[in-house]
């Protein structure tokens, strides 16, 4: 397309040559206009997108001054498209997402097109990582040696049928990327091997930027790389060549100086970083690190804090690339000439950093400051990964927590009850549990994984414990899940494996695990002991995430700590403790050890890095990372352009969305006499509305796999049956946490308004689906925070919810119900549904008008009266999205022009 005059101006393409090879690059520095060094760095990224995508269609002229003129328009709500340089994907949410790819091909085909145009335009990665269960731990005889082993076969014997699909994904779609189970966590995987930092496409030079299937995808943003989490569904409208249209986020600059404790590690430092950014508020903004702080931090280090961007709420958490970045690049094995194309064009253009200069600071939208030398070790929980407890307040928190009412600093156990002892048998010796007894252990989760100075340093501490005689008791669920097999090989090449496994810190997997609910069973002694004195037990995990009911639903209080901390409370055996005036246990000769006297220093650990985190290391590793373990390669995929779907499977099968569609729009946006499905408060988490975790033998999705010839042990999780959409309707709202204001307790239940029954949920909407009934949910603040998860739209979908009326949305979750057709209404500020006396037992109507505008108000009536609403379409693309009946629906139309 010839480009105008106007574009012209910003479009300077220019020539660089590197190491004796010529490349071309579109030059910001030579669009020679002041405001370009006034831009957050990240926004650079943004515009030299746009300048490079520019076609007078998706991208116009107005997008790029829109961009560069970002001073001005980030306090205006101004929409501005950007087009990612490729998406990646884990397999629970890329597993729907090739689904609908197989669907959209037999709809295409179905509606006279040809389905081989439904391809990935852009490379897409999927790494299998969320299908691994912790199962067998460690080493006794209820735990196992061969953990991992014996927790990849039970995998592939449960999943068997999902890699099947995968694999068919990987022959028929063109343009995708499989990195088989065993590899190890997608986001370490993206910043270990897949990221490119910069692509070099038909000898054009350009930023490494994605989207990806997962909030924590945040991650790459601490090597440099913008990128953020995004709904399964507007991922796959990225895959197929589609502009993301965002509004310009302001950019909060946070200035980090000083230098951490030498007793203080990076996971104290995001946890401390997370508390204050809540407090701040920046859902919907950018955050930039800068300032000499950041030269303190390893690429590991900003990485971890960059990884819990979606804890402390903005959309990216971004580092720029600096001399820090070129050295990490080296170690993971980058090869030289690489490293010198990105050192060469970042600097050419304008978007490398020294973050000792502080005349290269740009403007920012507002600047807040943390002295590193502030931070003090620290864990978060019980129940919110925002929630930050200093270590040595701890115990007092902890009894805070028992006496408080019941809420997210709350269980509210009477004072007569809290001291309360359940004894028990565990392999033939007595135990005892209590209130605040630590009953899992996890060294898990790509947020401390990827860090080999938190690694080496859990390492370190459990070689000092194992010499000075400490334990952990039997029955504590211990396990370490690496994100990536490099890991394994530092450990075991510092020689610490040996002394983690003496605690019970067996490999057991490569895989989120418990971080994301795939926790596996607690002994069955431990679990009745729980249960009978309804005792508030622990979890304690290097994870990013401990919603209630995520880890295990046995474990009412749950903590995300560093690893090393992980190791102290497991050898304490509870978290009332003071670890600086109580020992964590005793000595060969039976005196008290104090943490103190065996955490080791961050020189120390930096020393061990150094000698042993090698580039070789990662060389090794990925070599072979596509090739997979005997069992991957020997799985036969199907070899058909479209999938032959099996209607015996209950992990696989087409979903209903496309089923009925035509070429022409249909008619939306009218509710008329809707009931209320769930009367919901606040924070109500993607985790509450569709699970990932274990299925519940009581359910209507245990109910439905026994109905199909299924025994419990072969339930496996929601997160694996994503894939089907008969199981997944049935889990949406099935977390035993749910707390549902139609009900007087947390659990997946609600009240059919006619009848009066209190029913399952799906239950529920199965019956006021079948008497033809219109659907909504009231909710609070900050509807379906947390992981990003296209299932908690798809799933209200097919319970037939037309609409959510909250006081807000976290912004993924509010992207993805408008991706399906969901109309997502927020009251007016001030405003909640008890203030305006709403029960959730009227009838609601409404009309969307065919001429609505971007973030417009409608009327709401309510039986006799009305109330105001924003309807929360807040760009001009989702608005179409919405007339289409969705962003998949819009997409196969434009496949068929």
Not at 460 to 485: I, Q
Not at 632 to 640: H, T
Request: glycine letters at 8%; proline letters at 5%; charged letters at 20%.
């Amino acid at each position: 397309m010839a480009l105008s005059d106007d574009c012209s101006k910003y479009r300077c393409e220019k020539s660089i040559d590197i190491d004796g090879k010529s490349f071309k690059y579109f030059d910001l520095l030579g669009i020679n206009d002041p405001r370009y060094d006034e831009l957050p760095f990240s926004i650079r990224v943004l515009l030299e997108s746009a300048i490079r995508n520019y076609d007078n269609f998706h991208i116009k002229v107005k997008d790029i001054e829109n961009i560069l003129n970002w001073k001005e328009n980030q306090l205006k709500s101004v929409e501005v498209p950007f087009k990612p340089a490729r998406v990646i994907l884990q397999d629970f949410t890329g597993v729907p997402a090739v689904v609908d790819f197989a669907a959209m091909r037999d709809a295409v085909k179905r509606l006279g097109g040809d389905p081989e145009k439904i391809n990935p335009v852009v490379p897409a990665d999927l790494v299998i990582d969320h299908s691994v269960q912790v199962d067998v731990s460690r080493s006794s005889s209820t735990f196992s040696a061969d953990a991992l082993q014996k927790n990849q076969d039970i995998e592939f014997e449960r999943n068997k049928e999902r890699f099947l699909f995968l694999k068919w994904g990987a022959k028929a779609l063109k343009n995708m990327l499989i990195v088989p189970p065993g590899s190890g966590i997608v986001h370490q995987v993206n910043l270990e091997y897949l990221a490119r930092v910069v692509f070099d496409s038909d000898n054009i030079l350009y930023p490494d930027s994605l989207v990806g299937t997962d909030s924590h995808t945040t991650m790459i943003n601490g090597l440099g790389i913008v990128g953020w989490g995004v709904g399964g569904i507007e991922a796959e409208a990225v895959m197929l060549g589609q502009a993301i249209s965002m509004v310009l986020p302001k950019v909060i600059g946070y200035k980090l100086t000083g230098k951490m404790n030498a007793l203080v590690t990076s996971t104290d430092v995001v946890l401390t970083i997370t508390k204050h950014l809540r407090q701040i508020g920046v859902v919907g903004k950018f955050v930039e690190f800068f300032g000499p702080g950041v030269s303190q931090l390893s690429i590991a280090d900003r990485a971890t804090i960059a990884n819990m961007c979606p804890e402390y709420g903005a959309t990216i958490g971004y580092f720029a690339i600096d001399e820090i970045s070129l050295k990490y690049m080296k170690q993971t094995g980058r090869q030289d000439s690489k490293i010198s194309m990105v050192e060469k064009y970042l600097k050419a253009n304008g978007l490398f950093r020294d973050f000792d200069n502080s005349k290269q600071d740009p403007v920012y939208s507002e600047i807040v400051e943390l002295d590193l030398s502030t931070v003090m070790s620290c864990v978060s929980g019980p129940k919110r990964p925002h929630d930050k407890v200093d270590v040595n307040v701890m115990k007092k928190d902890f009894q805070n927590c028992l006496d408080n009412p019941i809420g997210f600093k709350g269980f509210k156990i009477a004072p007569d009850q809290q001291s309360k002892s359940i004894p028990f048998v565990f392999e033939n010796e007595e135990y005892v549990l209590s209130h605040g007894s630590v009953v899992i252990a996890a060294i898990t989760s790509c947020t401390n994984t990827s860090n080999p100075s938190v690694m080496l340093g859990a390492g370190l501490l459990a070689k000092n414990a194992v010499n000075k005689g400490l334990t952990v008791k039997p029955f504590v669920k211990t396990s370490l899940s690496p994100g990536s097999g490099v890991v394994t090989y530092y450990l075991k090449e510092s020689g610490v494996i040996p002394y983690l496994e003496t605690l019970g810190f067996n490999v057991v997997g490569y895989g989120c695990m418990t971080c994301i609910g795939n926790s596996g069973p607690l002994p069955e002694p431990v679990a009745q002991a729980i249960e009978k004195g309804d005792l508030v037990t622990c979890g304690v995990l290097s994870g990013n995430r401990n919603f209630e009911g995520r880890i295990h639903p046995l474990t009412r209080a749950n903590y995300l700590a560093s690893p090393l901390l992980v190791i102290a409370y497991a050898i304490a055996g509870t978290v009332s403790i003071d670890f600086e005036k109580e020992p964590i246990g005793k000595d060969n000769d039976g005196k008290d050890v104090f943490l103190r006297d065996i955490w080791p220093s961050r020189q120390v650990v930096q020393e061990v890095e150094r000698e042993h985190v090698i580039p070789a290391m990662f060389q090794e590793v990925y070599s072979n990372i596509t090739e997979g373990n005997d069992r991957w390669r020997s799985l036969d995929a199907p070899d058909a352009q479209l999938y032959p779907w099996d209607s015996s499977s209950t992990y696989i099968q087409s979903p209903p969305f496309f089923q009925t569609m035509t070429r022409d729009l249909p008619s939306v946006g009218v509710i008329k006499d809707a009931k209320v499905l769930l009367n919901l408060g606040d924070s109500v988490t993607t985790d509450h509305i569709s699970p990932a975790g274990s299925i519940a033998r009581n359910s209507p999705a245990a109910r439905y796999l026994a109905s199909r010839g299924l025994v419990p042990r072969q339930f496996n999780s929601y997160g694996s049956r994503r894939g089907n959409d008969a199981i997944m309707a049935r889990g949406t709202f099935a977390n035993i946490r749910l707390v549902n204001k139609f009900i007087s307790k947390a659990a997946p239940k609600t009240i059919h308004i006619p009848s009066g029954d209190v029913m399952d949920i799906f239950d529920a909407a199965d019956r006021y689906k079948a008497d033809g009934m219109q659907l909504i949910i009231l909710s609070g603040k900050d509807y379906g925070s947390g992981s990003s998860r296209d299932w908690a739209a798809k799933g209200p979908w097919m319970q037939g919810v037309k609409a959510v009326i909250a006081e807000s949305f976290e912004r993924i979750h509010r992207s993805n119900l408008v991706g399906m057709g969901i109309i997502p209404l927020q009251y007016l500020p001030g405003q909640t549904a008890e203030s305006l006396g709403l029960s959730g037992k009227e009838n609601y109507s409404l009309s969307v008008p065919d001429d609505i505008q971007a973030g417009q108000k409608i009327s709401v009536q309510v039986d006799k009266r009305s109330f105001e609403v924003i309807v929360r379409f807040d760009t001009d693309v989702e608005l179409a999205y919405f007339k289409h009946g969705g962003i998949l629906n819009y997409m196969i139309r434009q496949m068929l022009e």
